[in-house]
């Protein structure tokens, strides 16, 4: 390991009231979730030729259907959603006309696909943070006054669903940190970095060893410390590191502050479903 991977300490994250919920494998119309509303839902539908005014449309029966089960297991009072799949054409008017029955508010991210990176820069306390979020589709990357996203080329880093055989040399892995380690020297460039949170698409233990998903790194246990090695960032710092529903819970946090809900569902909406739980400290809304 490097001397300047060394200055760089990364350690588990958990923010208070954020709990983490496995929702996209969740039974729906004899399917898992992330089949039915998902990323690949959406291309499979675009290469079908439904038109883009369409395409949210197509997504909320399962969306409702998921909710339904969802809101009623973990006796929520309010639903917020956010991700790429959210800012499809229509999504906001539809999901709200889709949800009206279901018995609590459903809001929808001011900024669905950023709204997370926005919330992990108050997670950093140092002066200048840098925080990526991990999709499976692509990285966002936020730090004081920019934006970025680096999208996911799967020539590189193809998708190696749950179950599928994984790579015996490893390269999947190797492939996967160089992709993200470019993005966070990319996004470090010109700033004096000293602070730092990384949320990854995926469940991750007391020691940072990651769960499955699709880049196929389950049971990497050095996974931070080599995309740290790799990015070779100058300075030093605590880096957070969590997983990405958990970032997306603490953009509810902001977002619903002022609405006094206790319980709050949570769900980002990229290649699959992730979700969290959040409660709040405060009372219910009268």
Known sequence: MSELSRA??????????????????????????????????????????V???????????????ALEQLVHRHAVDAVW????????????????????????????????????VYAGLGLVT??????????QTSIKCASPGAQRVFERDLNE????????????????IVAAVRFIANALRTCARDLKVEGMCLALPCP??????????????EGHASLVADILEEAALPGG????????????????????RKHKHRHILCLTLGFGPGGALLTTSTSPSK
């Open 8 to 49: 760089w300490t990364p350690r588990r994250h958990h923010a208070a009231g954020v709990t983490s919920l496995e929702v996209w494998n969740l039974p729906v119309f004899g399917r898992e979730l992330w089949e039915l509303l998902g990323a690949p839902r959406v291309e499979a539908d675009r290469r079908a030729g």
């Open 51 to 65: 038109p883009e005014a369409q395409l949210a449309e197509q997504l909320f029966p399962a969306l409702m259907s």
């Open 81 to 116: 959603l956010s991700g790429g799949l959210a800012c499809l054409e229509g999504f906001e008017v539809g999901a709200a006309k889709a949800t009206a029955a279901l018995g609590c508010p459903v809001y929808v991210s001011k900024a669905p696909r950023f709204a997370p």
């Open 126 to 135: 140092a002066r200048t943070p840098l925080v990526l979020d991990v999709g």
């Open 157 to 172: 880093l193809p998708r190696l669903f749950i179950g599928m055989p994984r790579p015996v040399d490893g390269h999947h």
């Open 204 to 217: 991750l233990d007391e020691a940072l060893v990651p769960g499955g998903c699709t880049y196929g790194w």
């Open 237 to 256: 710092g605590e880096v957070l590191v969590l997983n990405d529903a958990e970032l997306a819970a603490e953009a509810a946090r902001m977002e619903l």
